[in-house]
């Protein structure tokens, strides 16, 4: 799996069980990881704190940037509307318009500003609860824009958009994860999360991830707030 | 020219010549315009108070959204580098790495909020400075990029990015502008105004405004520093 060394590669982390996955996979891929964490005034404020412990434990260096998508609203992590607790039809509310396209632009900054080819990102088109911007096919299409955005389009070098996840269930993510070393108690994915970073149980994020450990027969470490 | 009414359209607003003019356009098409302005960390603190001076004579609604692109850095706008004086080859150093590309997540984000399918943004392939994110191939690379990354791109609507500039010469706009009672005097250009927004005149910036007014043979309402 040692398929780079000595290549920089910029990493989305959330806090989230996805992203710290996905970072493990960048480390064991040889890429010297960059974190970038968004803290973009969403509700579930103790993954900023999870995104810290993760990248701290597996040595990646952490920036957290800020940006308020408050000020535009329009969902229930950014805005004063209730986080779902039973399934749903459609895009959930929980959808935060254009967060990943934001978030990649960020990484693609800092890709460039580090002359790094490589930008990690945790999404997954299987368990990803009907949002737009987790489909392959808008990763493609990203990564064409990419390359024509920067300089990596005028210079000849190309910017790659690995999506490690994209098509793996929850439970093989959990394996693989598990696998790598990843320590899921640091990770927070509820949307509702307390201060101290326990889990509601009945949102969509912890109904996904509580049947994930269940499917990949790991035990789940996740605290509860009951 | 009124091709459209009843129509919300997301207008990327900066304070300079350009973006001001692209925000005449919008609103003579018809458009129900709100600007969007980006406190990025830029050099050029006084653009931001011209953004809003020129967002109010225009009637449009504004919102300045706070981002420091100044922890990447990379950029003479964003970082301790200085303004070259004098033109040199290449992309030059004030070329902030995927500024554009963010500019337009951000606008999609608060597009999508606004059930929007409209953005504006004043790039120019001309006197664009060499910036990779000026040209027609990125915008058309972006706009089928948000198509997929937005509820659009499920529920059928379509997202258009408008540059209404890309293919003016800086003199063409400025005669368009002008036309369209754009005041000039409001607008701030220079990489490296003063705190009043009095123009350098050397930057590059200040160099393609400069010959602009005077090739559309429109008196320059410039203030400069001497």
Known sequence: ???????????????????????????????????LSVDYGQRHRSELQAAQNVAEKMSATLKTIKLDLRKFGGSALTDDIDVPEEEGEGIPVTYVP???????????????????????????????????????EFINAYEEMANLA???????????????LIDLSKAD???????????????????????????????????????GFEAAGVSDPTRYKS
């Open 173 to 211: 993510i959990i394996r693989q994860g598990t696998e790598l070393g990843v320590d899921y108690g640091m990770t927070i994915s509820c949307y509702q999360a307390d201060d101290e970073g326990r889990a509601c149980g009945v949102c969509d994020s912890c109904r996904i991830r509580a049947a």
């Open 1 to 35: 799996m040692n398929q780079s060394t000595d290549r920089n590669a910029v990493v989305l982390l959330s806090g989230g069980l996805d992203s710290a996955t996905v970072l493990a996979i960048a480390n064991e891929r040889g890429f010297h990881c960059h974190a």
């Open 98 to 136: 254009a967060r990943n396209t934001i978030m990649l632009s960020l990484a693609l900054a800092w890709a460039e500003v580090l002359g790094a080819d490589d930008i990690f990102i945790g999404v997954n088109a299987v368990d990803y609860s009907g949002y737009p911007d987790c489909r392959p």
């Open 150 to 164: 920067t300089k990596a389009g005028v210079v000849g070098n190309r910017m790659t958009i690995h999506t490690p």
